[in-house]
């Protein structure tokens, strides 16, 4: 008899079978557990830090050719890099501190400018055009995941709370995906609302 089936040999096919269910069973149980336990939270979108940034930053960053969306919207500035289709939203406080920042992929009328690199992702990695499955492997379970339309097209809708992280933290990132499941926008907001 060879070495590897002298262990087996000492018990019965039945015990073996039943001791390899009893540790798929074990295992098995243990992964959702480690799931909920892998949870990171998210500091920065496009380098800018909401709550922490300011925008004479976002104006250094990405420089002087924005706009603002409307009239009345002084609030929020706007750079729209026309090669990439890159379109970065800053929403700051009275204060000048930002408040949202919001990257997507998008044609838009705006006077364009050229981004620089890294401001279509998050500060752990996360990019416009990936797939939900690399946004829970970066950030563990959704607060919340479910249909909804973005500029009348059906999207998956994701979002992350990170609350638990402190106040003192971005506290939550949406993230909308089409329905190739690739990432075309997300926002990390300094406020739950």
Not at 35 to 49: C, N, P, S
Not at 79 to 85: G, I, M, N
């Amino acid at each position: 008899m060879t070495t590897w089936l002298r262990p087996l040999s000492k018990f019965s096919l039945g015990r073996w079978v039943a001791g390899w269910l009893a540790a798929v069973g074990v295992l098995g149980f243990c992964v959702p557990v480690r799931a909920q336990a892998h949870r990171h939270f998210e500091l920065t979108l496009a380098g800018l830090r909401p709550g922490v940034s300011r925008l004479s930053g976002a104006l250094r960053r990405f420089g002087p050719r924005w706009s603002h969306p409307s009239g009345d919207e002084h609030d929020i500035y706007q750079w729209y890099d026309a090669r990439r289709r890159l379109a970065i939203s800053v929403e700051v406080s009275r204060e000048g501190i930002v408040r949202y920042v919001t990257v997507w992929r998008h044609r838009l009328a705006l006077a364009s400018t050229v981004l620089p690199p890294g401001s279509a992702r998050t500060g752990l990695g996360l990019r416009l055009g990936q797939s939900p499955a690399r946004a829970r492997a970066l950030y563990g379970p959704p607060f919340f995941s479910g249909p909804s339309v973005l500029d009348r097209r059906q999207v998956l809708y994701v979002s992350f709370k990170f609350s638990w992280a402190g106040a003192d933290k971005p506290q939550v990132l949406e993230c909308s995906f089409n329905a190739a499941h690739r990432l075309i926008k997300m926002t990390l907001s300094a406020d739950y609302y």
